[in-house]
């Protein structure tokens, strides 16, 4: 079974480009087509399970602004676009757009970029880099594109590619704290208590903040949280976390079949954050002594060049 990416990119080269160049050569100039956005076909992680909602063999037509591709040209593509045939390949176009809006089809590039960014040119200054969803950055620049004769779409995901690096290190500053704090701290403490399940809930903040900082160090975006596994597995920097992290958040709390005792997560919990640790200092984000993550959080926080952004909490873009 071929993946959404193919399929979609079959669809077009037997039906889009053709009803393209014979009805909108005209428009061809200014247009962009491909597959990008919400759906696990965009990151590749699709197969048959995901084919029971939301999924559209389909693909999108990126449009400029009115001022250079007209309202009565949109509808005309848009009707074009509706034309083209509903089934491929076993795979149908549905009739009800998805829940939050149409995913393929005509979008202009404006209201895109409206609804990743909130801004309709998707320029951002320093401190909106902190307003915007990780997942939704993601989004603008993943998937595929076809062509872009505009260049608009290629110009915005060249420059949303990923965070400026002053972004990069306050969102590492803030989840190297939350691993030091869950994870080092808060685990064992939660467990001397006698509240296991306080105890789980700040394992559970340990992987979730290490899977960030996994992320960040490998300067890509984090996908949604039910990709974010298999993703990681992918990464170059620091391999072999994402599973550790997998088996950890999975295990079991009592002894019996081979489940993980609570001191052997505090001993994973150790290696995970060393592991961490040694990525920070071949990349030379911390000279600090010691294995306190809390520490070297606030070391990678104070390499921040922009000064209010460094003086802003060290949590402020987590």
Not at 100 to 109: D, E, K, Q, S
Not at 284 to 295: F, I, K, M, Q
Request: charged share 30%; hydrophobic share 35%; glycine share 8%.
């Amino acid at each position: 079974m071929k993946k959404g990416l193919e399929l979609s990119r079959d669809y077009y080269n037997v039906f889009g480009r053709q009803m393209l160049d014979e009805q909108f050569a005209e428009l061809m100039p200014y247009l962009a087509a491909g597959v990008c956005g919400s759906g696990s076909e965009c990151l590749g992680f699709d197969d048959e399970n995901s084919r029971d909602h939301d999924f559209d063999p389909g693909f999108c037509i990126f449009l400029p602004d009115e001022e250079t591709v007209s309202r009565r040209d949109a509808f005309l593509l848009e009707r074009a676009y509706a034309k083209l045939p509903r089934t491929f390949e076993g795979a149908a176009r549905p009739y009800v757009q998805p829940v939050g809006g149409a995913r393929r089809g005509v979008l202009r590039i404006e209201d895109f970029l409206m609804e990743k960014t909130g801004t309709k040119d998707g320029v951002l200054d320093l401190y909106q880099w902190l307003n915007v969803p990780e997942q939704s950055l993601l989004e603008v620049v993943n998937g595929e594109i076809y062509f872009d004769n505009y260049g608009k779409m290629t110009e915005i995901r060249k420059r949303l590619h990923y965070y400026p690096e002053d972004i990069r290190l306050k969102k590492l500053a803030g989840h190297l704290l939350l691993m030091g704090q869950s994870g080092q701290y808060n685990f064992e403490r939660c467990l001397r208590h006698g509240e296991k399940g306080a105890a789980q809930l700040a394992l559970y903040e340990f992987v979730k903040s290490t899977l960030s900082v996994l992320f960040l160090l490998n300067r890509q975006y984090q996908p949604f949280y039910k990709w974010a596994f298999r993703a990681a597995k992918n990464l170059t920097v620091c391999p072999g976390t994402a599973e550790k992290l997998e088996r950890l958040l999975c295990a079991g709390s009592m002894d019996g079949a081979g489940n993980m005792l609570d001191e052997d997560k505090a001993m994973s919990i150790d290696q995970i954050a060393d592991d961490i640790l040694a990525s920070l200092r071949q990349e030379g984000l911390t000279d600090t002594e010691g294995r306190e993550l809390e520490l070297h959080a606030y070391e990678v926080n104070s390499r921040v060049r922009d000064s209010g952004l460094r003086n802003m909490h060290v949590l402020a873009a987590v």
